[in-house]
């Protein structure tokens, strides 16, 4: 019996490894041991250490403060550009209304 069919019969066909998402630090990539503590961030992602989870913790927090930036320039680009444009109109039953819109 050749080793191929052997594995097959007994179920170990040959997979690839899908590692647990424990086995190892989320940032470092570090082994997380069995007998270890494990230190977790936002519900299911580990770490080896308070200080990777707080290295990770703070450019979560910087990418959002980044994002927010980036959607209030976002939004006021759009306000300005909305409340330029002068009122005309399109027929003679609709008019284009123009005016300040604020979101929150």
């Given at each position: 019996?050749?080793?191929?069919?052997?594995?097959?019969?007994?179920?170990?066909?040959e997979h690839q490894y899908q590692p647990h998402f424990l086995d190892?630090?989320?940032?470092?990539?570090?082994?997380?041991?069995?007998?270890?503590?494990?230190?977790?961030?936002?519900?299911?992602?580990?770490?080896?250490?308070?200080?990777?989870?707080?290295?990770?913790?703070?450019?979560?927090?910087?990418?959002e403060r980044k994002w927010k930036l980036y959607s209030k320039k976002?939004?006021?680009?759009?306000?300005?550009?909305?409340?330029?444009?002068?009122?005309?109109?399109?027929?003679?039953?609709?008019?284009?209304?123009?005016?300040?819109?604020?979101?929150?």
């Open positions: 019996m050749k080793k191929s069919s052997a594995l097959y019969y007994t179920g170990c066909e190892a630090c989320f940032l470092c990539q570090r082994p997380l041991g069995h007998n270890t503590d494990i230190f977790m961030y936002r519900g299911n992602t580990p770490f080896c250490s308070q200080e990777c989870r707080q290295e990770q913790m703070e450019m979560d927090e910087a990418n976002s939004s006021k680009n759009t306000h300005r550009t909305k409340t330029e444009t002068p009122a005309k109109e399109t027929d003679t039953n609709k008019a284009v209304r123009t005016g300040t819109v604020a979101v929150s």
